[in-house]
């Protein structure tokens, strides 16, 4: 089993910049492949980014590409989004995943673990 949760989401202006921080718990930590999707209000879930175990490999949606940084801290075990420039079309619950398959996938439902979400709110 793994837990993960979600922090450091909020409530900013337009251009500006968030961290968020996701951590994880369990056996399984160091062997699972982790994630960034996003919801929007009444709108499906999407990915946002991914990051191999190690930390070497990542992926971006395009919407994203340049302005979000995935990165994770292995021996904290935690996972972080690091956000730019941030637009409003950014607003939405931001989620952790985690599945222990190690190849790249947005399919919400290869991923194992969920944390429960921070919102982050960019008004326009």
């Known amino acids: 089993q793994m837990q993960l949760v979600e922090s450091g989401g909020g409530l900013v202006q337009a251009g500006d910049s968030l961290r968020l921080s996701c951590t994880a718990s369990?056996?399984?930590?160091?062997?699972?492949?982790m994630a960034w999707f996003r919801q929007a209000p009444g709108k499906e879930r999407e990915f946002v980014t991914w990051?191999?175990?190690?930390?070497?490999?990542?992926y971006y949606g395009d919407s994203v590409k340049g302005r979000f940084t995935i990165s994770r801290d292995v021996p904290k075990n935690t996972l972080y989004l690091q956000m730019i420039n941030l637009e409003p079309e950014d607003t939405a619950v931001y989620y952790c995943?985690?599945?222990?398959?190690?190849?790249?996938?947005?399919?919400?439902?290869?991923?194992?673990?969920w944390g429960q979400g921070t919102q982050v709110t960019v008004p326009s």
């Open positions: 369990g056996r399984t930590v160091s062997r699972a492949s």
């Open positions: 990051i191999s175990r190690t930390g070497g490999s990542t």
């Open positions: 995943a985690a599945r222990t398959g190690v190849s790249f996938t947005t399919r919400l439902s290869d991923y194992d673990y």
